[in-house]
């Protein structure tokens, strides 16, 4: 009896974490939500009780364009079984996904990334850095509302602080002149 207790544990963590991946969906790729999830990890722990799924070691979880690479994930959830937040911890932790089909993908990283579900933010702590078309964000801190786009960045100390580099975009070519103009 025990065992099916343990398998019905695993088997609602793994649905609650397939529930916190596809609200991390909100700006991707339309066809992403139709793609299956991938998790892959060295070890999980299940608590329901806590309602707390812990995957560890070489962490991957996939789906679509979205990629998830940590040390250490922690997927929160609710009394009612919603997830509230998902916790990727890394040297540094890895987030991408693409936005626009016509753009490259949003890549992300941090010693911790925090997302919000209720918000759809990412809280990104600890060398944080974010590329978005090859203009990038670092700093100490990174609040990135997925929604909006609107990012809010924190130093640590004058020799932590923040840094935003754009790249010139693109000019057209001239014309060519015509003779006789």
Not at 122 to 132: I, K, P, S
């Given at each position: 009896?025990?065992?099916?207790?343990?398998?019905?544990?695993l088997?609602?963590?793994?649905?609650?974490?397939?529930?916190?991946?596809?609200?991390?969906q909100?700006?991707?790729l339309?066809?992403?939500?139709q793609?299956?999830?991938?998790?892959?990890?060295?070890n999980?722990?299940?608590?329901?009780?806590k309602?707390?799924?812990v995957?560890?070691?070489?962490?991957?979880?996939?789906?679509?364009?979205?990629?998830?690479?940590a040390?250490?994930?922690?997927v929160?959830?609710?009394?009612s079984?919603?997830?509230?937040?998902v916790?990727?911890?890394?040297?540094?932790?890895h987030?991408?996904?693409?936005?626009e089909?016509s753009?490259?993908p949003?890549?992300?990283?941090a010693?911790?990334?925090?997302?919000?579900?209720?918000?759809?933010a990412?809280?990104?702590?600890?060398?944080?850095?974010?590329?978005?078309d090859g203009?990038?964000?670092s700093a100490?801190?990174i609040?990135y509302?997925?929604?909006?786009?609107?990012?809010?960045?924190?130093?640590?100390?004058?020799k932590k602080?923040?840094e935003?580099?754009w790249?010139?975009e693109?000019q057209?070519?001239p014309?060519?002149?015509?003779?006789?103009?």
């Open positions: 009896m025990k065992s099916a207790n343990t398998a019905r544990t088997l609602a963590t793994t649905l609650a974490a397939v529930v916190a991946l596809a609200s991390l909100a700006q991707a339309p066809n992403d939500r793609q299956p999830v991938k998790v892959s990890a060295d999980l722990e299940a608590n329901r009780s309602n707390l799924s995957y560890s070691g070489n962490v991957v979880i996939t789906q679509g364009s979205l990629q998830i690479r040390d250490r994930v922690e929160h959830g609710n009394a079984g919603e997830i509230r937040k916790v990727a911890v890394g040297t540094p932790a987030f991408q996904q693409q936005v089909e753009t490259s949003v890549k992300a990283r010693r911790r990334i925090e997302f919000l579900v209720s918000t759809d990412l809280q990104l702590t600890g060398e944080a850095f974010v590329d978005r203009n990038t964000l100490e801190r609040d509302d997925l929604n909006s786009e609107q990012m809010q960045a924190q130093g640590q100390s004058e602080r923040v935003m580099i790249k010139p693109a057209p070519a014309k060519p002149v015509e003779d006789g103009q």
